[in-house]
């Protein structure tokens, strides 16, 4: 069986809370703040970030066998999504990539199978979640994507002890092609149908590992349906301190949900900690693992915790600019032309650049150069590259302007030229940050993003540049 070795995670910049909502509608919002993925996000680029970030806890060199992506929200119906996971990591060829999605419940699915395949495999979760304006699921959803990596049990940093699965056919949410909020049903009913697959499967769960409920040092319960979660805490038994929660600070994220509390509870793990996860979605998926001393190992190849990237820095946006990147808000365009859309053959020439900003390196004089060519500016060198890629180094600002006219959800634009310390200049957008926050030598890093949608609804997707705060 394939062992957890690595995991990771990404939470937005942006947050929205219960009361700019109100302070808008005048009612609902709730009492929480919610992670909002930005204009230029997607569940295809959170997925990157996130896929990121937990092949950096891998062990070094670590290479996936397949590359599986788990989302409700996909950017593309028909075509696979996790291609462009898989081209932004710059994976081989010969790695595959493939879509599952639909239902929040296909996570537990997918981890299972892979588990018990013994592939080594990188399972991608991301969701963007949404609702009617003024509704619960709109204050109570999370924008997120969690990743977990799975290879040889030598590298394990988490033991499965046992695992327990209960299935049953139930209404308490759905929604139809073509909708982008969900439906959902009365509490009471979708109450009442979880709690006895839930704990059944908690028992059989806990009795096949051989452990108590007062053992577990971190309970991870997701799912959609707020108050069933809230009442198999209670039931269970388990100590207060044990039960993660970070719903109240990012809320609810669907398919990432799952990884965003495994991850949690893995970054604050001892050795030896007992964790336990439960998805609650058209039944129930219980999972007890047992910490090894390889979490040592993964925390310290750890960028950034969840804590941190839920804490560190972020800033509020206001309801109406949330509700235009949810295309809810039909606002005035720039009084630009609209941007032409990405030619199909052009894309798959330059995809090592476009999608995974790969450059050369003369081999014979050592100049790098972005994009990537076959003739060295400086000694003329004719195929003698080197490709490498510099999607993971950090940059500086050589020099920017903000364009306020520019075709942009969110403006105005800001694009520089940044400097790599190891050689090389490119321009690119500037992402996450307002004018006065850029100077020449700001410090930046790279973060995958779709700079538009074009007419015919295909996605451009390219890097952009965040500055890098001192507080991440």
Same mark, same amino acid.
């Given at each position: 069986?394939?062992?957890?070795?690595?995991?990771?995670?990404?939470?937005?910049?942006?947050?929205?809370? *219960?009361?700019?909502?109100?302070?808008?509608?005048?009612?609902?919002?709730?009492?929480? /703040?919610?992670?909002?993925?930005? %204009?230029? &996000?997607?569940?295809?680029?959170?997925?990157? &970030?996130?896929?990121?970030?937990?092949?950096?806890?891998?062990?070094?060199?670590?290479?996936?066998?397949?590359?599986?992506?788990?989302?409700?929200?996909?950017? %593309?119906?028909?075509?696979?999504?996790?291609?462009?996971?898989?081209?932004?990591?710059?994976?081989?060829?010969?790695?595959?990539?493939?879509?599952?999605?639909?239902?929040?419940?296909?996570?537990?699915?997918? #981890?299972?199978?892979?588990?018990?395949?013994?592939?080594?495999?990188?399972?991608?979760?991301?969701?963007?979640?949404?609702? #009617?304006?003024?509704?619960?699921? &709109?204050?109570?959803?999370?924008?997120?994507?969690?990743?977990?990596?799975?290879?040889?049990?030598?590298?394990?940093?988490?033991?499965?002890?046992?695992?327990?699965?209960?299935?049953?056919? =139930? #209404?308490?949410?759905?929604?139809?092609?073509?909708?982008?909020?969900?439906?959902?049903?009365?509490?009471?009913?979708?109450?009442?149908?979880?709690?006895?697959?839930?704990?059944?499967?908690?028992?059989?769960?806990?009795?096949?590992?051989?452990?108590?409920?007062?053992?577990?040092?971190?309970?991870?319960?997701?799912?959609?349906?707020?108050?069933?979660?809230?009442? =198999?805490?209670?039931?269970?038994?388990?100590?207060?301190?044990?039960?993660?929660? #970070?719903?109240?600070?990012? *809320?609810?994220? *669907?398919?990432?949900?799952?990884?965003?509390?495994?991850?949690?509870?893995?970054?604050?793990?001892?050795?030896?900690?007992?964790?336990?996860?439960?998805?609650?979605?058209?039944?129930?998926?219980?999972?007890?693992?047992?910490?090894?001393?390889?979490?040592?190992?993964?925390?310290?190849?750890?960028?950034?915790?969840?804590?941190?990237?839920?804490?560190?820095?972020?800033?509020?946006?206001? %309801?109406?600019?949330?509700?235009?990147?949810?295309?809810?808000?039909?606002?005035?365009?720039?009084?630009?032309?609209?941007?032409?859309?990405?030619?199909?053959?052009?894309?798959?020439?330059?995809?090592?650049?476009?999608?995974?900003?790969?450059?050369?390196?003369?081999?014979?004089?050592?100049?790098?150069?972005?994009?990537?060519?076959?003739?060295?500016?400086?000694?003329?060198?004719?195929?003698?590259?080197?490709?490498?890629?510099?999607?993971?180094?950090?940059?500086?600002?050589?020099?920017?302007?903000?364009?306020?006219?520019? =075709?942009?959800?969110?403006?105005?634009?800001?694009?520089?030229?940044?400097?790599?310390? *190891?050689?090389?200049?490119?321009?690119?957008?500037?992402?996450?940050?307002?004018?006065?926050?850029?100077?020449?030598?700001?410090?930046? &890093?790279? /973060?995958?993003?779709?700079?538009?949608?074009?007419?015919?609804?295909?996605?451009?997707?390219?890097?952009?540049?965040?500055?890098?705060?001192?507080?991440?």
């Amino acid at each position: 069986m394939s062992a957890l070795i690595g995991y990771g995670t990404y939470v937005p910049y942006w947050r929205l809370s *219960g009361k700019g909502i109100r302070e808008v509608l005048g009612t609902g919002g709730g009492k929480a /703040t919610r992670a909002v993925a930005a %204009y230029d &996000e997607d569940s295809t680029t959170m997925g990157v &970030e996130a896929a990121r970030d937990a092949l950096a806890t891998a062990p070094p060199g670590f290479v996936p066998e397949a590359v599986y992506f788990v989302t409700t929200s996909p950017a %593309y119906l028909d075509k696979t999504n996790a291609t462009a996971i898989h081209a932004a990591l710059a994976l081989p060829q010969h790695v595959a990539a493939y879509d599952f999605g639909g239902a929040a419940r296909s996570v537990a699915g997918v #981890l299972e199978l892979v588990r018990a395949s013994g592939a080594l495999a990188l399972v991608v979760t991301s969701d963007l979640r949404t609702g #009617l304006p003024g509704s619960a699921d &709109e204050a109570s959803g999370g924008d997120a994507a969690a990743a977990l990596v799975f290879g040889a049990g030598d590298d394990a940093i988490a033991d499965v002890l046992a695992t327990a699965s209960l299935t049953d056919e =139930f #209404l308490d949410r759905w929604r139809v092609p073509g909708e982008d909020a969900s439906h959902v049903w009365e509490d009471r009913f979708g109450d009442s149908a979880y709690q006895p697959l839930a704990r059944a499967a908690f028992t059989d769960a806990l009795k096949e590992a051989g452990v108590t409920a007062s053992e577990i040092d971190h309970l991870v319960v997701s799912g959609l349906h707020a108050r069933a979660v809230k009442s =198999f805490v209670k039931w269970s038994g388990v100590p207060a301190g044990a039960v993660t929660d #970070l719903e109240s600070r990012i *809320g609810t994220s *669907g398919a990432a949900q799952l990884g965003i509390g495994l991850s949690d509870a893995l970054d604050r793990a001892q050795p030896g900690a007992l964790i336990v996860t439960v998805a609650l979605a058209d039944g129930a998926d219980v999972t007890v693992l047992r910490a090894t001393d390889g979490v040592r190992n993964a925390h310290g190849r750890r960028i950034r915790s969840v804590t941190d990237q839920i804490d560190g820095a972020h800033r509020e946006v206001s %309801y109406g600019d949330f509700l235009t990147w949810r295309g809810r808000l039909d606002r005035e365009p720039p009084r630009r032309p609209n941007p032409a859309a990405p030619a199909a053959g052009p894309a798959l020439r330059h995809k090592d650049w476009k999608f995974a900003l790969t450059a050369s390196r003369c081999d014979s004089c050592g100049t790098r150069h972005l994009p990537a060519v076959r003739v060295c500016v400086k000694c003329h060198a004719v195929d003698r590259m080197v490709a490498e890629r510099v999607a993971d180094e950090k940059a500086a600002v050589a020099t920017y302007t903000v364009d306020r006219l520019a =075709f942009s959800p969110a403006p105005p634009l800001i694009a520089a030229m940044v400097d790599y310390a *190891g050689g090389g200049r490119a321009g690119v957008e500037i992402t996450e940050a307002q004018p006065d926050e850029i100077t020449i030598g700001t410090k930046v &890093e790279m /973060t995958f993003r779709r700079l538009y949608t074009a007419d015919n609804g295909v996605h451009n997707y390219f890097w952009k540049a965040r500055p890098v705060r001192e507080d991440d």
